[in-house]
């Protein structure tokens, strides 16, 4: 009798997209996360202290960059990147050879499901890219493409086939992404519930998004998604990649490319 095959399945497009992650401190959160990241190429921009050493851990595939390569690649104009500020991560972006970018914050750590399995943020980031969204009719089951579910009785037709999408948005469980206001009179809040639901948001809406947990195509919406000027020198803050979103959004309507939003992943 044969013995049952042992072949992993090849990781998702892991010769079309980038890991992008800012970060200050050493890589150490990695470690977590080697069981999905390990396939893919990491971009890691450095912000900060040039002279710094980040440690990575072994293992990974990756370029580092820092203030000085990023003074020296883009000279006179380096100084569209942030400097202090994770939208320095725009970078990565810039520099990406790749169809696909995810890119993570280095404090991000791997939620657990109710039953205690990791959750492979990476892997539903990338089904979602790979997947239609349906900005036109709001559909009551959330995503109709989902393995049990459907569109609901009244949703057209002619609209089943969705668009392509841009980006995949996720959320994250612990430290709410609150305004400063309500961060002051709310400072113990924690989002401790696990939500597994996905669902595009609506044409002609549009949505304050983080770039902390996030993955998009570059070949429809790349040059949306570069971050506002903050951070050092920069009079106005915490508005960076909201204002990417706000253009990502509104650049989209002409063109019928939609957004996914996602809740699952991170701690």
């Known amino acids: 009798m044969a013995e049952p095959s042992t072949i992993s399945p090849a990781p998702l497009l892991k010769d079309e997209l980038d890991i992008v992650i800012p970060t200050i401190r050493n890589l150490d959160f990695l470690e977590m996360w080697r069981p999905f990241f390990q396939p893919y190429h990491l971009i ?24 000085n390569d990023i003074n020296r690649i883009l000279g006179p104009k380096s100084s569209c990147i942030s400097f202090k500020d994770s939208a320095c991560r725009c970078f990565g972006y810039m520099v990406s050879k790749k169809k696909y970018i995810y890119t993570i914050d280095d404090d991000c750590f791997v939620a657990k499901d109710p039953s205690g399995k990791d959750i492979n943020a990476l892997e539903q980031h990338i089904k979602n890219l790979l997947c239609p969204s349906t900005p036109f009719f709001f559909n009551t089951l959330y995503d109709p493409y989902r393995a049990g579910a459907d569109f609901v009785r009244g949703y057209p037709f002619s609209l089943r086939e969705g668009v392509p999408t841009a980006v995949s948005h996720g959320l994250w469980l612990n430290i709410p992404d609150y305004d400063a ?19 595009t948001i609506p044409k002609g809406t549009l949505f304050p998004m983080c770039g902390m947990n996030l993955a998009f195509n570059r070949e429809l919406i790349g040059p949306a998604m570069y971050f506002g000027l903050m ?23 002409s063109c019928h490319h939609l957004l996914i939003c996602c809740c699952y992943t991170c701690l």
């Not at 900060?48 to 820092?66: H, M």
């Not at 206001?181 to 669902?199: G, S, W």
């Not at 803050?237 to 909201?242: K, P, T």
Request: net charge negative.
């Open 44 to 67: 890691i921009v450095q912000d900060g202290d040039p002279s710094k050493t980040i440690k990575v851990p072994e293992g990974f595939d990756y370029e580092l960059y820092n203030r």
């Open 181 to 199: 206001p309500t961060q002051l009179v709310k400072p113990l809040e924690r989002n401790t519930r696990y939500v597994d639901a996905i669902m």
């Open 231 to 253: 951070g050092d020198g920069q009079p106005i803050g915490r508005y960076d990649d909201m204002w990417a979103g706000w253009c990502t959004k509104v650049s989209h309507h």
